[in-house]
């Protein structure tokens, strides 16, 4: 069973930058595609980034060039850093780890960007 943890959310002003982490417990980290989506008030839940277990990478054009997905398959960890963010970046994050069949999600970060 694998479980994921988020943390790192908060308020920021636009403009500013966040780091989400998400860490996982159990097996199969290393070997897995892990992404990290988002659900707005009212939205549906939406992919941001991905990453694959060889670290190809992928990102909704909405967050291109502000936002980057990084792995450390030692620490079972996976980030997300967030620049230049905007009001529209306001949202519940949720990391996603996917094995196989078999996915599991995280609990999810409020990130509000407000002045």
């Known amino acids: 069973q694998v479980q994921l943890v988020e943390s790192g959310g908060g308020l920021v002003q636009p403009g500013g930058s966040l780091t989400l982490s998400c860490a996982a417990s159990g097996s199969g980290f290393s070997v897995s595609s892990l992404s990290w989506f988002r659900q707005a008030p009212g939205k549906q839940r939406q992919l941001v980034a991905s990453?694959?277990?060889?670290?190809?990478?992928n990102y909704a054009d909405s967050v291109k060039g502000r936002f980057t997905i990084s792995r450390d398959n030692a620490k079972n960890t996976v980030s997300l850093r967030m620049n230049s963010l905007k009001p529209e970046d306001t949202a519940v994050y949720y990391c996603?780890?996917?094995?196989?069949?078999?996915?599991?999600w995280g609990q999810g970060a409020q990130v509000t960007v407000s002045s």
């Open positions: 996603r780890l996917a094995l196989g069949s078999r996915e599991y």
């Open positions: 990453i694959t277990l060889i670290g190809i990478t």
